[in-house]
Structures are given as structure tokens and as C-alpha cells.
């Protein structure tokens, strides 16, 4: 089943102690991207990566950082983390605007991430 | 930049009746995709209809069609014959055509559709 994953699916941390959120998706798409989810604000875009080993900042990358080591992993890392990081976090991917202009690839979205910073 | 605007921010509406979710954008970009998603309780991200903008014909899925007005750059999405299933957030969102991955979300609407 094509699908990405996230993990944890749920999480309360307090402020200052590094976490990971994984996402790992089988359909061997170049695109991968994190979201997040706030009241009033949709989702906006932290940080995406168009293949291996190439990321860069989305609108509201401030606080994260993440690695493409592997086509399939995206994982999202809080180094120091900060109850304004509270939020719901989603994983998306899909095939990569560079296989055509004209065509648009469907992104598929993890189940999200449920995070509380104290 | 572009940016997406959902003006409301809640509705309700009786089963089986039709609703109307509004949107509105802002872009120079001539080509591009517009796109409603759904957000159950499960907080699982649904696509529910893809409009691209080169098309004028108004793109359909089952009880769900949308009223695109490129020139207005408004894009609604009506859901006739409303089932308790379609209580959820909804949110419009905005992607560039060519060389675009990234989506840009509106607030989102609730909709509540009661029994």
C-alpha cells in the first residue's frame, strides 16, 4: 500500500529536549515536505527537499532542521525545542515537478503528528 | 507570494441540503492548480478536487464540484446532497504549475452538517 508514515504520532516534551519526527513514504518520490498546522493559519510549509541530500527552507523554517540521506526519509528535528513549536505536524511527498511542467504529481500526506512543547 | 484566503471560518448545513465553501487567492502566476482538501476528525489530510487553471471547465467529483472564476480569482467548492461523513475542516490551497511542489493552504472552514 502506497503510504507515507510518521512517527510519533503522538508527543509531549518540554522545552529544550532534541526530538526527532520521523516520516518515510514507499512510493520512491523525490519531493518531500514538512507542514505545519495552527488555528486560524492552515498549514504552512517548514522545509522540503527535492531529492537526496537537497533541502531547503519553506516559509516557516525557524527552529528545525531536517536531513535527506535516504529517498525515502525525511525526518524533521527540533534541536531546542519551544511551546510555540506546539503544533500538528504533517510529512508529504510526491514525484518531483522536474519531470515535467506541465504536470502536476499528487502529494500524499502522513497521518500527522501531535506535538506538545510544556 | 501567493496567498489563499477562507472567509469562513465556520458552517453548518442540514443533511442532505447543499453548501458552498468560499475561497479566494492571490497570484501573478498564469498557471497553476487549486485544490480542496478535507480534514475529518482523524486529522487525515483527503484530496477532494484538483482544478487546473489552464482548464475552464469546472472540474466534478461525485457530490463535490467547484466554480472557478479565474478572473475573479475565486474558487468555491459546492457539496450537494451533504452527508453526515462530511463534517470536517476543508481548505483551499494553491500550487504553482510549473517548477511548484509546494502548497499554499488556506485557514480552513469547519463544516458541520447535521442530522
Known amino acids: 500500500e502506497a503510504q507515507v508514515t510518521q512517527n510519533p504520532r503522538y508527543l509531549i516534551t518540554v522545552t529544550g529536549k532534541k526530538l526527532t519526527v520521523t516520516c518515510s513514504q514507499n512510493m520512491n518520490h523525490e519531493y518531500m515536505s514538512w507542514y505545519r498546522q495552527d488555528p486560524g493559519l492552515g498549514l504552512r510549509q517548514i522545509y522540503y527537499?527535492?531529492?537526496?541530500?537537497?533541502?531547503d527552507k519553506g516559509d516557516v523554517p525557524e527552529g528545525y532542521k531536517v536531513s535527506r540521506k535516504e529517498k525515502r526519509n525525511f525526518p524533521l528535528i527540533l534541536e531546542s525545542p519551544s511551546p510555540n513549536q506546539t503544533s500538528l505536524y504533517f510529512c508529504?511527498?510526491?514525484?518531483?515537478?522536474?519531470?515535467?511542467?506541465?504536470?502536476?504529481?499528487?502529494?500524499?500526506f502522513g497521518p500527522g503528528t501531535r506535538l506538545t512543547v510544556t | 507570494a501567493q496567498t489563499v484566503t477562507q472567509s469562513q471560518p465556520e458552517m453548518s448545513v442540514q443533511e442532505a441540503e447543499t453548501v458552498t465553501l468560499s475561497c479566494t487567492y492571490d497570484t501573478s502566476e498564469n498557471n497553476y492548480y487549486l485544490f480542496w482538501y478535507k480534514q475529518p476528525p482523524s486529522r487525515q489530510m483527503i484530496l477532494v478536487i484538483r482544478q487546473e487553471a489552464y482548464k475552464q471547465q469546472n472540474a466534478t467529483e461525485n457530490r463535490f464540484s467547484v466554480n472557478f472564476q479565474k478572473a475573479a480569482k475565486s474558487f468555491s467548492l459546492k457539496i450537494s446532497d451533504s452527508q453526515l461523513g462530511d463534517t470536517a475542516m476543508y481548505f483551499c490551497?494553491?500550487?504553482?504549475?510549473?517548477?511548484?511542489?509546494?502548497?499554499?493552504f488556506g485557514a480552513g472552514t469547519i463544516l458541520r452538517v447535521k442530522s
Open positions: 490551497a494553491f500550487m504553482k504549475g510549473a517548477y511548484g511542489n509546494k502548497l499554499v
Open positions: 508529504a511527498s510526491s514525484l518531483s515537478w522536474d519531470r515535467g511542467p506541465q504536470t502536476h504529481y499528487e502529494q500524499y
Open positions: 527537499s527535492m531529492n537526496v541530500e537537497v533541502t
